[in-house]
């Protein structure tokens, strides 16, 4: 059997760490033929405790832990890359619990040739027992939340442009070159748009199957969605022909929103325009949170999802414009 080598960026994640150090040790494949390399951005909570004391009650699982001061997913990823012994490369997410057969179907993938990178399905789930938890978790792996983002939705096998997390031939890294440390989010789109650039191909296997917890609230959510708006600006900064449709609706429908505001200081028709704008959105979103509440016989997604979906749009929408025109700073945040 190959040898496999499980890289996974984290920080502060005493709360599900030992989720995924337990779904790794039930894994199908064979335990002699996998490392999992933790590239920790100096934990200041029991992170490393609770990667140890795993380490001591399984044996059987080679865990190595190493450091990664910068504190950001590219560098942890790249570190835990050079610490690697593996042929294949599978990247995770420290929140984030693989199926079973997860490590099994990304090797058989590659080795059926399939693509250079191969990854699979987020199955999405609430971080809390809240209703707005569940709603932000209905938005994200919603078709107006997350357009055509297919690792999100119900989609058949088939070449992407990319796909979460992902798994790959150790060589791959250094030939086309490890992630881009510059970047804060976006890394796994960047990495898969150079295997793209050079003729590789992305594989998405919706049997590949993983559990991801959204925000487990409207705060952190928009939080994460600035900043995904921020980097994604920068990456386009310096790749403007990857922009997709989805990516450019947002921030063209926050750039009206501005407009319009501004504009109606001067023509007040321009505040009339604004205000059928929202109302037309609102609606909009209003009859998704009422299909979802009916689907899922749960009134709370009638006001829950309008409310993080809009979140998700404005944040990441607005954060993109500030983006183009502001230059990039780095951040010490390694959450995905």
Same mark, same amino acid.
């Given at each position: 059997?190959k ?36 590239? %920790? ?8 405790? /609770?990667?140890?004391?795993f380490?001591?009650i ?5 865990? $190595? ?13 790249? /570190? ?27 090797v ?19 971080s ?35 796909? =979460?997390?992902?798994?790959f ?6 030939q086309?070159g ?9 890394? %796994? ?37 600035? /900043? ?11 790749? =403007?022909?990857?922009?997709?449709w989805?990516q450019?609706? !947002? =921030? ?7 407009? $319009? ?10 505040w ?6 929202l109302v037309?959105?609102?609606?909009i ?10 689907s899922k ?29 502001? !230059? ?6 390694v959450?995905k």
């Open positions: 059997m040898k496999v080598s499980v890289i996974v960026p984290c920080f502060n994640e005493d709360a599900t760490i030992q989720l995924l150090l337990e779904a790794l040790y039930r894994q199908t494949y064979s335990l002699d033929d996998l490392e999992v390399i933790i590239a %920790d951005g100096m934990s200041t909570d029991h992170t490393r405790h /609770r990667i140890m004391d380490a001591n399984h044996p059987r699982l080679n865990i $190595l832990i190493v450091d990664n001061p910068k504190r950001i997913i590219p560098s942890g990823l790249n /570190r835990a890359i050079e610490a690697a012994r593996g042929d294949y490369l599978v990247r995770l997410d420290a929140h984030s619990i693989p199926s079973e057969d997860y490590v099994e179907r990304c058989a993938a590659l080795d059926g040739g399939l693509g250079e990178n191969v990854g699979g399905k987020w199955n999405i789930q609430p809390g027992n809240t209703w707005i938890a569940r709603s932000i978790a209905s938005a994200a792996s919603h078709p107006l939340g997350v357009g055509d983002a297919l690792y999100r939705l119900d989609a058949k096998a088939q070449y992407v442009d990319t796909v =979460p997390f992902g798994a031939r150790r060589d791959l890294a250094f086309i490890l992630f881009d440390e510059s970047l804060l989010t976006n890394e %796994d789109y960047e990495f898969n748009m150079r295997i793209r650039n050079q003729g590789g191909r992305i594989w998405l296997d919706p049997e590949i199957q993983s559990t991801y917890f959204a925000r487990s609230s409207i705060s952190l959510l928009a939080r994460q969605y600035w /900043r995904y708006g921020y980097w994604k600006a920068q990456m386009l900064k310096r790749y =403007p022909k990857t922009v997709r989805r450019a609706l !947002p =921030p063209l429908f926050s750039a009206s929103l501005i407009c $319009l505001f501004i504009a109606g200081f001067f023509f007040f028709d321009a009339a325009l604004l205000l059928a704008e037309l959105y609102g609606c979103l209003l009859i998704a949170g009422v299909k979802m509440a009916r016989k749960k009134f709370e997604y009638v006001i829950g999802l309008p409310i993080a979906i809009s979140t998700m749009h404005i944040t990441w929408g607005t954060a993109l414009l500030w983006g183009i025109i502001h !230059p990039s700073l780095m951040s010490s945040s959450k």
